[in-house]
């Protein structure tokens, strides 16, 4: 099972390459927000703060990017013949890629916090990494999700900007209204920003709980309605030869 993680983190690393305007755009932007959280934060707080939208705000386009073709690359690959072969069950397939995409997205993920922690080394400690830590999870999550979302329509690339444009205002509120950090609530990154704002263990705690719920139960309903559709489209790609077309 490692050997397969690492293959298809190689995979996700190779498809990265090949959209080399995509990549290029996507460290300019990084780049561009790591510079711009130095030179702007006044507090501690508000460094972290900025660090987690950067990550999110980029990351969500690398993770959305790598859902949408997902189970097509599946066949692409050849990684399906673990399903098929009852070696790898489908919803762990999926968690295995969705989690691969994370890890590609380190850079992007990071460099905004190492943008934090030069200018505020008392940063360094172990909210900040638990926030990256759920930086990671929050985009497999996310991943994961979208995968079920976007092999439901036959041309998903164009439901794609409007799945993340949703992301970004509900969930960091790239678009303040009254009322929009209540409604983040209702996504994981929306929990991050309050365990970044928490003042005490118990806040954290409950933050941290928040997260684990949400999270948990946003992909436990997403399979439910949709995995079942998920899994006859793989039938039908197997049956017709649809993964060519």
Same mark, same amino acid.
């Given at each position: 099972? *490692?050997? *397969? !993680?690492?293959?298809?983190?190689? $995979?996700?690393?190779?498809?990265?390459? /090949?959209?080399?305007? *995509?990549?290029?755009?996507?460290?300019?932007?990084?780049?561009?927000? /790591?510079?711009?959280?130095? +030179?702007?934060?006044?507090?501690?707080?508000?460094?972290?703060?900025?660090?987690? %939208?950067?990550?999110?705000?980029?990351?969500?386009?690398? =993770?959305?990017?790598?859902?949408?073709?997902? =189970?097509?690359?599946?066949?692409?690959?050849?990684? &399906?013949?673990?399903?098929?072969?009852?070696?790898?069950?489908?919803?762990?397939?999926?968690?295995?890629?969705? #989690?691969?995409? !994370?890890?590609?997205?380190?850079?992007?993920?990071? =460099?905004?916090?190492?943008? /934090?922690?030069?200018?505020?080394? @008392?940063?360094?400690?172990?909210?900040?990494?638990?926030?990256?830590?759920?930086?990671? &999870?929050?985009?497999?999550?996310?991943?994961?999700?979208?995968?079920?979302?976007?092999?439901?329509?036959? #041309?998903?690339?164009?439901? =794609?900007?409007?799945?993340?444009? #949703?992301?970004?205002?509900?969930?960091?509120?790239?678009?303040?209204?009254?009322?929009?950090?209540? $409604?983040?609530?209702?996504?994981?990154?929306?929990?991050?920003? +309050?365990?970044?704002?928490?003042?005490?263990?118990?806040?954290?705690?409950?933050?941290?709980?928040?997260?684990?719920?949400?999270?948990?139960?946003?992909?436990? &309903?997403?399979?439910?309605?949709?995995?079942?559709?998920?899994?006859? %489209? &793989? @039938?039908?790609?197997?049956?017709?030869?649809?993964?060519? +077309?």
């Amino acid at each position: 099972m *490692f050997k *397969f !993680a690492i293959f298809l983190i190689r $995979v996700q690393w190779i498809d990265r390459l /090949a959209t080399s305007s *995509f990549l290029i755009g996507i460290t300019i932007q990084t780049v561009l927000l /790591a510079l711009a959280l130095y +030179r702007t934060a006044e507090t501690p707080t508000e460094a972290l703060v900025l660090a987690t %939208r950067a990550s999110l705000l980029t990351c969500t386009a690398i =993770v959305l990017l790598s859902a949408m073709s997902s =189970v097509q690359n599946e066949f692409r690959y050849g990684t &399906v013949e673990k399903v098929v072969l009852g070696a790898v069950p489908m919803p762990t397939l999926l968690l295995i890629r969705a #989690a691969a995409s !994370a890890i590609v997205s380190s850079p992007a993920i990071v =460099v905004p916090f190492l943008a /934090a922690y030069a200018r505020f080394p @008392e940063l360094i400690g172990a909210r900040s990494l638990l926030v990256i830590l759920m930086a990671y &999870v929050s985009l497999t999550a996310v991943c994961y999700q979208s995968t079920l979302i976007l092999c439901q329509f036959k #041309a998903p690339i164009g439901v =794609v900007p409007w799945l993340r444009l #949703a992301l970004l205002i509900v969930g960091l509120s790239v678009l303040p209204f009254t009322g929009s950090d209540l $409604v983040a609530l209702i996504l994981p990154s929306g929990w991050i920003l +309050r365990l970044v704002d928490a003042s005490g263990p118990y806040a954290a705690a409950a933050a941290l709980a928040g997260f684990t719920a949400v999270t948990a139960a946003w992909t436990g &309903v997403l399979w439910k309605v949709l995995g079942g559709r998920l899994m006859s %489209r &793989v @039938e039908d790609n197997l049956t017709d030869g649809a993964e060519t +077309r």
